[in-house]
């Protein structure tokens, strides 16, 4: 809602925006009631709100400027308090904008700045378009055409970039040079913008049914003024009295102005006196259009003299004079602050700002640079410890592996050492028992010898020879057993363990099984027949639990 405010109040900015200005109210010339209206006003300061109280002062601004004045201040105050910077930037260019007009330049100045500070601090785009248009008019009323083309170029660069703002006020810039080129002689350059003015009215969609021309056509006559085509001046001016008569009665100021001169020209010194008259009224009526009062004046007393109007004549002459010293002379001290300090004044705050901005630029480039070198810092050490853990993991698995290498090489080394020994062991127990087995077959023979002399030789004798025979088997198994258990330490254990109703001719068959000895090696070593091995190996199966499908070599094999 704000922003719609400020797009329809400012639009009306400056009176030369010549195609959307309002009707102008009646001007009530009764005193008593204009003090009426003025304590209205203040009794409803402290009940309306202030975008009411910018209203108000737009409405007034040229019919009570002093009242209207109080209204933007206190706007201004007002939003200040409620902090609502669009409606404080508003009423500070409208008052500023009121005090150009009246004449108040240094105010208006002032008042123009601040307004820019704020709109810059919130990117206020469309308050700085008509800030740069205000500041572009001042400039031009000191004849300082260089920057006030400036800032109305600004505000055109502010316009083209950003296609949201409304299109009409890049008319009211085009108007404005327009203007200031006719000022300065530059005639071709204001058809120019008086040109593009017409086309963009066609451009816009909302101005496009709009054939009121009044202000550009009223350029137009005054360029025809300068160029001394009177008559065509005339021509182009006189159709349009009507309208700024009734619609904008503020612009009569320059309109008959321009008119006054057109017949001073033509030596029609009662028209140009009627025409300066009504000039001089219209300003000082609405206090408009200050910066021409001087002038106007000037131009008046001239045609008084030439009206025989001596006394009148030397009356406005002074007043043209003082004027003239209060708006523009460098004796007045408002005005030399105005064109001498002031312009100092803000070169020298821009100046500042720029080195605190160059200043900041280069803190915040220090502070990159920092950053960046802390980041590089950062990002080299953790790289660094990435490649320390990378490197320190790869040693120690590096380690691990080689250890375990080593170790399963070292238990490698030991089991084939082990199996080595085993087979050894294993070879020396086999050649043993082939001996006992050899010796058994020997002492068998030689027992079967005797036992066939024994009719004859001594029988005694006979049997101490068997007897003895008997026990050197007995100390040749024992010889075997020990050598058996040396090779297989826990097999006798284990087997006592697990199976403890097995008798020492169970174990010696379970050893003999244990290395691979079939029945009939199991007959000679122990001296039986190969039927009683199989005998002793089926009843070594039921003590041992084993049924039919079940191997009884695989199983001694497993045990120990």
């Not at 002093?66 to 706007?75: G, V």
């Not at 816009?204 to 360029?223: K, M, S, T, V």
């Not at 009295?241 to 008119?259: A, E, G, P």
Request: hydrophobic letters at 35%; charged letters at 30%; aromatic letters at 12%.
């Amino acid at each position: 809602m704000t922003r719609q405010i400020l797009i329809l109040s400012l639009g009306f900015f400056f009176t030369l925006n010549f195609v959307f200005s309002a009707n102008t109210p009646q001007i009530n010339k009764n005193l008593s009631e204009k003090s009426e209206k003025t304590k209205k006003i203040k009794d409803k300061k402290t009940t309306i709100s202030t975008q009411d109280l910018y209203k108000d002062a737009e409405a007034l601004k040229f019919i009570f400027p002093d009242s209207a004045i109080s209204l933007y201040q206190y706007s201004i105050s007002e939003s200040i308090k409620s902090k609502d910077s669009l409606q404080w930037i508003t009423s500070l260019t409208g008052l500023s904008y009121l005090y150009a007009h009246n004449g108040e330049f240094g105010n208006a100045y002032d008042g123009y700045w601040d307004a820019l500070g704020i709109a810059e601090e919130f990117n206020d785009d469309l308050s700085r378009v008509h800030i740069y248009n205000g500041l572009g008019w001042l400039y031009s009323f000191y004849e300082r055409t260089e920057l006030s083309y400036d800032y109305f170029n600004k505000a055109i660069n502010i316009l083209d970039i950003n296609k949201e703002l409304p299109r009409y006020i890049l008319i009211d810039n085009y108007f404005a040079i327009a203007t200031t080129a006719r000022k300065e002689g530059e005639y071709d350059m204001a058809r120019t913008y008086l040109d593009s003015c017409r086309l963009l009215k066609k451009q816009i969609p909302e101005l496009r049914d709009d054939d009121n021309h009044a202000f550009i056509n009223a350029e137009y006559g005054y360029i025809l003024y300068e160029e001394e085509e009177y008559d065509e001046a005339l021509k182009a001016l006189l159709p349009l009295n009507d309208f700024f008569i009734n619609k904008q009665h503020s612009y009569l100021v320059i309109y008959h102005y321009f008119l006054g001169n057109i017949y001073k020209k033509l030596n029609n010194y009662k028209k140009s006196e009627k025409y300066y008259e009504s000039a001089i009224f219209a300003g000082v009526k609405h206090k408009s259009h200050s910066d021409r009062l001087p002038n106007i004046y000037e131009a008046y007393a001239f045609v008084l003299k030439k009206n025989n109007k001596l006394n009148e004549a030397y009356r406005n002459l002074k007043i043209s004079k003082d004027l003239n010293e209060k708006q523009y002379g460098s004796r007045q001290i408002s005005n030399k602050k105005f064109l001498e300090i002031k312009d100092q004044f803000r070169k020298k705050q821009q100046q500042q700002k720029e080195q605190l901005q160059r200043q900041e630029l280069e803190r915040l480039k220090q502070e990159s640079k920092i950053n960046y070198l802390r980041n590089i810092i950062f990002y080299v050490t953790i790289g660094g410890l990435v490649l320390v853990v990378f490197f320190v993991y790869r040693n120690l698995r590096n380690k691990f592996k080689a250890k375990q290498m080593i170790f399963l090489e070292t238990q490698r080394l030991e089991e084939e050492k082990i199996q080595e020994v085993l087979e050894i062991k294993n070879k020396e127990l086999t050649s043993s028992v082939l001996q006992i087995i050899q010796h058994e077959e020997t002492l068998a023979e030689i027992k079967k010898e005797l036992m066939e002399q024994k009719k004859k030789p001594d029988a005694n004798q006979l049997g101490k020879l068997a007897k003895k025979i008997n026990l050197n088997t007995n100390n040749n198994w024992k010889e075997f057993e020990a050598r058996f258990v040396e090779v297989n330490k826990n097999f006798y254990q284990e087997l006592n363990e697990r199976f403890p109703n097995l008798t020492q001719g169970d174990q010696k068959i379970c050893a003999l099984i244990k290395l691979n000895f079939d029945s009939k090696g199991m007959s000679k070593l122990l001296g039986i027949s190969t039927e009683s091995v199989h005998t002793t190996r089926y009843r070594l199966r039921k003590k041992l639990g084993l049924s039919r499908q079940d191997n009884l070599e695989e199983f001694i094999c497993l045990i120990g």
